[in-house]
């Protein structure tokens, strides 16, 4: 048997990811070199573009790793750790991420295979005072602001819980603020 008909096999003819059934092809996962279906994975033209160019996932499709990250194939376990963290700040990898176990050497080679980009340490939320932010932090309003698209101004000292850090933008939080989720930016909030 090939190693692609090893692939089909294992997987249901579906891709080991997310399950999709169209345009399927074996993915060695880094930096193995493919001489064992164990090294590999069966992919869909989705995964497989998100996962070679991470600045192009799109968090909404990645869901679907909240099953497969549950896989016995470490090559599986290894391509979702590697978009879990990837997608981290987004807030809700970072719960998928602290369940999934991997042994320490199916830890290190998902490690070996990221990207510099991936390992350097990304741009951190911070308040008015320098203080990091993290998703459910409790802030208070360091200034009125008016709010766009409502009739009312969020007023300093204003206590807004359970924010939520904007994946892309270090510079912005959302919030529920007169029961109203909205935009602050983090120069007007201390923790």
Known sequence: MTNEEIL???SGSTCELCKATE???????????GDNADEMTLLCDTCRTQIE?????DENHWRCLNDSMW????????????????LRPVGWPAELIDMLYLD???????????SAADQEPEQKHVDCNGVELEN??????????????????????????NIRLVFDNPEQIEGKVNGQQIVILTKYVKK
């Open 23 to 33: 345009t399927l092809t074996p993915y060695t996962v880094a930096p193995k070199s």
């Open 8 to 10: 089909q096999q294992r």
């Open 104 to 114: 320490d050497e199916t830890l290190a080679w998902a490690k070996s295979g990221q």
């Open 71 to 86: 896989s016995e194939v470490p090559a599986v376990k290894v391509l979702a750790w590697r978009m879990l963290d990837h």
């Open 136 to 161: 459910g932090d409790t802030i208070v309003l360091t200034k009125d602001l008016d709010v766009k698209g409502a009739s009312f101004a969020a007023k300093r000292g204003t206590a807004v819980r």
């Open 53 to 57: 160019d991470p600045s192009l996932a």
